[in-house]
């Protein structure tokens, strides 16, 4: 019985799921990775530490899929799976976006240049 | 209308993404990055949240407030511990792809099986394997570094340590292709946990063999795994932002590793399946070479009639927190008309840059420092190289010795130049055990201490000779 209402409602659901494009997934999946590795390669070897702060928290944008996974209308076991995931990325953005400013206003070219 | 207005909000956002690191190219535009970054984020939070799907809004206030509460002293740390704050900071980025895969996974299971299609599967199992092995590798990682006492500092190897691993690794995965294959079964929901159970050791166990010479590699590769699970998490959810985002850091750990593994003339799979440990049992000190140690007071002299003054500063400097004695060091030299310049190797400290960012907090400007492949042909002309807590960076065996662990790893010459003073704590080796050539060079004289202490030494010298003239 319950595995009827199951298969009945996986079928409903996969015809209701919208057409999953995952090609063009992969597409921008390349052209970021070129995009990114393009961009870094030309990072003042300097800031090293500060770009690995920053990517820190730009990849905590984990966050949105934590947020969509939090706040559905899911069974409360799943949403406190996202909650903790969403406190990890929000903790994460919170610290490598401070660091990272911290960090960088340290770099200064002469004495008593605090720009 | 509400699906363009939130896409069109990522594309902007993913925009900033690109310039925030694209300002990151010089120390003059780099603040401007951190803004670009942050409105970035705050846009993908927004777009994200106004979505009619997201009803519960308890949480999430929550969850971020949380974040707040941990995110804000987890900024504040010393600058020398900055490389745990990364590691740490790759954990919570492991964790949060791993558990938003899980929570996906059982809801479709429970709720849509139609949802479970191979692609997705296949993503969901990339992003959990990725998430979790960085999770528990990264608290490793985290855990050497911060010198917590039950995880041990050397790297601990065994025999079949490498088969050990890929087997587990290789059981990971095999399970993994049957839970693609057969996602809505009941067997596959028990073994799932299996799966993120192999994951998690796989991470400790990735980790053990590494030593500190090598962490600036391994927190590289770490942070690409971060940003490859984020990726695998957009393919989960169909979502490029998270795709793009993710794909930005993980390049961004790519490169990292790739410029730390030439700086050591090292492969990948060296580094992860090499262990630096077997170099314990490297060459000991030869019979019959001895230190030259120097007073505080000889070096002064030598360093005050010296025109270029050239600093090795190692991870041995971080750990005596010396960067602001070097400062006063660095004033007094200057005052002097001496050119004092920092050179700075690829791999000097526990991670990449890891020696710009405490020499710039001494407010030392960053215009005096050189990169060793920058500052090398001046050494024939430097008058006095001064090593601070470096070690493997300036050792001369790398050069000729075939049989050294650390042979063709490109290194500071610092044995060219007219004299050298190297700080040192005591006469034991350095990190990786190995015996440094440059200490018993016939130009080389030993300075022994805490690096901050004799620095300070030096700088009263200064001090005081300076009130005489």
Redesign the interface.
Known sequence: MTTLF??Q??????????P???WS?VF??LL??????G?????????????????????????????????????P???????????????????????????????????G?HK | MMGSLVQGTYVVSTALFVFSLHWMNDPKTARRAVFAGVAAMLLAVAATWIQPVVVHHGWIILAIIAGFIVGVPLSLVPLTAVPQRTALSHAFGGVAAGLVGTAEYYLWWERGAGHLTTFRMTAIIAEIILGFLTFTGSLMAAGKLQEVKWIPQRPVTYRGQNVTNIGLLVIAAVIGVWVILNPTTLLAARLFPVIIGLALVFGVLLIIPIGGADMPTVISILNSYAGLSAVAMGFVLDNKLLITAGALDGSSGLILSIIMCRAMNRSFTNVLFGAFGQVAQAKQLEPGKVYRPETIEGAAQVLEQANLVVIIPGYGMAVAQAQHKVRELYDQLKKRGITVKFAIHPVAGRMPGHMNVLLAEADIPYTDLVESSDINPDMPQCDVALVVGANDVVNPVARYDKTSPIYGMPIIDADKAKTVYAIKRSTRPGFAGIDNELYFSDRTWMLFGDAKAVIGDLVKQFSDTGGIH
């Open positions: 199951l298969m409602e996986a079928t409903e659901a996969a015809g209701a799921a919208q999953f494009d995952y997934m921008v999946f970021a990775t070129f995009i990114g590795i961009v870094i390669r030309r990072v003042s070897r300097l800031l090293h530490t500060p770009l690995m702060s920053i990517t820190n928290a730009i990849s905590a944008i984990a966050v949105v899929g934590s947020i969509i996974v939090t706040g559905s209308d899911y069974p076991k799943i949403r406190l799976l996202g909650a903790i995931a969403l406190f990890a990325s929000m903790t994460n953005i919170v610290s490598g976006f401070l660091i990272t400013d911290r960090m960088l206003k340290m770099f200064k070219t002469r004495e240049d």
